[in-house]
């Protein structure tokens, strides 16, 4: 009975596109909102953005992609790694207290938020790409030895998305894209450190714990890393299900050949656009980048015929951070040539989205 009384309370609250309901869910709201921004255009999206680039750091109302183009990014990435242990501060050094209120700027401007986690190994208390052990997932999963460890975990976790609100009180819209790059093994939740089984278990857990708190305002995004031999298969082995996803993305980043970036990339979106389109799901490239990018036609001439040709719902390169950077910047040497993307009419910020509602 439990079961069933969980998944109907998912059905309830994920999706807008699954029926008309009388009394819309905030997630509902952003699914639909989502979609008609995507019959528009591809919005821009970064992650860190308003708290440090190349040359600066927790400068307030300063971003790289202001800088450059005048206007902010239409999704802006956030991190909740450290928020588990209590700490003040993410994994990237970043104040939660900032988070929060950045965040919270970013709903108010119009713009769309959405969360990634990267918690701390909760078997051997090392860092996310601790895959030291393969039975993590299993210690934490229900009769496991952490599980009451990561109940507390999960529980932080939602005291924090509690309190983003906006100014009536109203809880924010936010995509939450939790267990990423699942089909890597360089997390304590990836392909080789647990079975399909205990990852599905996993996400369940975390998805299941989040509702009952009372967050109807969370779109829950499954991104797998770039792969380039997607197979509805071999795709379905580790998807929660549609249920669960409201959103499917792919972390794609050229770290090697442009060859081999365009080809594989090509495929997986391929793959992805035909199976969103078949279960009635959006997706989105929601990681990618060119690691402090060498090429300074790359996003007008790489990625941008990659957009077009797939229509992603956003492409969030990651963060600029000195020496490690991915996204545009007006002092790295791809810079003016983002500004092509940003006067493309299909390319959107957060101006371009305001008040499409």
């Known amino acids: 009975m439990r079961n069933i009384f969980r998944l109907l309370l998912l059905a309830t609250v994920l999706f807008s596109s699954l029926g008309t309901v009388k009394a819309q869910t905030t997630a509902q709201r952003l699914f639909g909102r989502l979609q008609k921004i995507q019959a528009k255009g591809i919005m821009f999206g970064h992650q860190d953005d308003p708290f440090?680039?190349?040359?600066?750091?927790?400068?307030?109302?300063?971003?790289?992609?202001?800088?450059?183009?005048?206007?902010?990014?239409?999704?802006?990435?956030?991190?909740?790694?450290?928020?588990?242990?209590?700490?003040?501060?993410?994994?990237?050094?970043?104040?939660f207290r900032l988070i929060h209120d950045e965040a919270v700027a970013q709903n108010a401007r119009g713009g769309v938020v959405t969360f990634s986690w990267h918690p701390r190994n909760p078997?051997?208390?090392?860092?996310?790409?601790?895959?030291?052990?393969?039975?993590?997932?299993?210690?934490?999963?229900?009769?496991?030895?952490?599980?009451?460890?990561?109940?507390?975990?999960?529980k932080r976790v939602a005291d924090f998305l509690l309190t983003l609100t906006d100014k009536k009180g109203n809880k924010m819209p936010?995509?939450?894209?939790?267990?990423?790059?699942?089909?890597?093994?360089?997390?304590?939740?990836?392909?080789k450190l647990c079975s399909d089984e205990e990852f599905k278990g996993l996400w369940n857990m975390l998805q299941d714990?989040?509702?009952?708190?009372?967050?109807?305002?969370?779109?829950?995004?499954?991104s797998p890393n770039l792969d380039g031999n997607w197979t509805t298969e071999r795709f379905l082995k580790r998807y929660p299900g549609d249920d669960r996803v409201a959103i499917i993305g792919e972390?794609?980043?050229?770290?090697?050949?442009?060859?081999?970036?365009?080809?594989?990339?090509?495929?997986?979106?391929?793959?992805i656009k035909h199976f969103a389109k078949e279960h009635n799901r959006l997706f989105a490239l929601t990681e990618c980048g060119y690691k402090n990018n060498p090429d300074s036609t790359w996003w007008s001439r790489v990625l941008k015929p990659i957009l077009d040709k797939f229509g992603v719902l956003y492409f969030l390169p990651w963060r600029n951070f000195k020496k490690e950077y991915f996204g545009p910047s007006k002092d790295e040497p791809s810079g003016k040539n983002f500004l092509l993307l940003y006067k493309s009419k299909n390319i959107l910020f957060s101006k371009d989205i305001r008040k499409i509602r």
């Open 52 to 95: 440090y680039g190349l040359t600066w750091d927790y400068v307030k109302g300063r971003s790289d992609t202001r800088d450059l183009t005048g206007d902010y990014p239409a999704v802006m990435g956030f991190d909740l790694g450290g928020i588990e242990l209590g700490d003040d501060k993410d994994l990237d050094g970043v104040p």
């Open 123 to 154: 078997l051997t208390d090392g860092n996310a790409w601790d895959v030291s052990d393969s039975t993590v997932v299993r210690s934490i999963l229900p009769g496991g030895v952490k599980h009451e460890k990561f109940q507390l975990w999960m």
């Open 174 to 191: 936010i995509i939450f894209r939790p267990w990423h790059e699942n089909n890597g093994s360089w997390f304590w939740w990836g392909q």
């Open 209 to 222: 714990y989040l509702v009952q708190r009372g967050l109807d305002n969370l779109l829950f995004c499954y």
């Open 251 to 271: 972390d794609a980043y050229q770290w090697g050949t442009e060859a081999d970036f365009v080809k594989q990339t090509t495929a997986d979106l391929t793959f």
